[in-house]
Every structure is written in C-alpha cells, then in structure tokens.
C-alpha cells in the first residue's frame, strides 16, 4: 500500500520580462545595417508574444468571474428550493398532527379497539419521516 505520487501542477508559462537596459540601441547616423531588421523582428515577435499572453491572462480572469458568479447564482437557487421543499414539509407535517388531533378527539365515542390499531398505523408512518 504505496502511496501515489501527486504530480505537481506545472508552472504557467509567462513572456521573458524586458531587459532593465538596452544594449543594442540603433545609432541616429542615417541608414541601417543589413542585421538591423532581424533585431527589430524579434523586438515585434516578443512585443505579439507579450500582447497575446495579457489577453490570456484576462480572458481567464473572465472567464473565472463568470464561473464565480454561475456558482453563487446556482448556490442561492438551491438554497431557495431547500427552503421551499422545507415549508412544504413543515405544512405536511403541521396538517399531520392537525388530522391526528382532530381524529383522537373525534374517536372517543369508537370502540378502544380500532383507536389502538389506528394510533399504531400512525406511529410507523411517523418513524418513516
């Protein structure tokens, strides 16, 4: 009786941050080099990879506002339903002990006999709850 591993979760991948200075900064003589546009498609490929990764990052938050709120809202229905379903069981029961009141003051001119059998009958239906 091993206990199995639990993997743990993989770290979210997320954009390298920018450099706190910039080394390779193009010089104000006119013209550029022949590797000048390499540098600059890679500063536009990290800049997409960066805007692309924030949108992920709030259609998430979203998408989890959204799932908090379906969750609250299904939590306050069920709620309403159990407090429905509780007074619908409370007025059965209320209009049990009515009948059964009703019933032993009307019975007292029956025979002794059925009173005790119908008070059994009773009983079981009230241990069933």
Not at 17 to 30: I, K, L, N, Q, Y
Not at 77 to 97: H, N, S
Not at 103 to 123: L, R
């Amino acid at each position: 009786d091993k206990p199995a591993p639990i993997p743990e979760k993989p770290k979210e991948w997320t954009p390298r941050s920018a450099p706190e200075f910039v080394r390779d900064v193009m010089g104000s003589s006119a013209g550029a080099g022949s590797g000048e546009f390499h540098v600059y498609r890679h500063l536009r490929r990290r800049e997409y990879q960066r805007q692309e990764f924030m949108d992920c990052l709030s259609d998430k938050q979203r998408l989890d506002e959204e799932f908090q709120r379906k969750l609250r809202e299904n939590q306050i229905q069920a709620e309403e339903r159990t407090a429905k379903r509780r007074l619908k069981r409370l007025k059965k029961k209320d209009r049990k002990k009515m009948k059964k009141a009703s019933g032993k003051a009307g019975s007292t001119s029956a025979e002794p006999g059925q009173e005790a059998e119908a008070s059994a009958g009773d009983s079981e239906e009230e241990d069933s709850d």
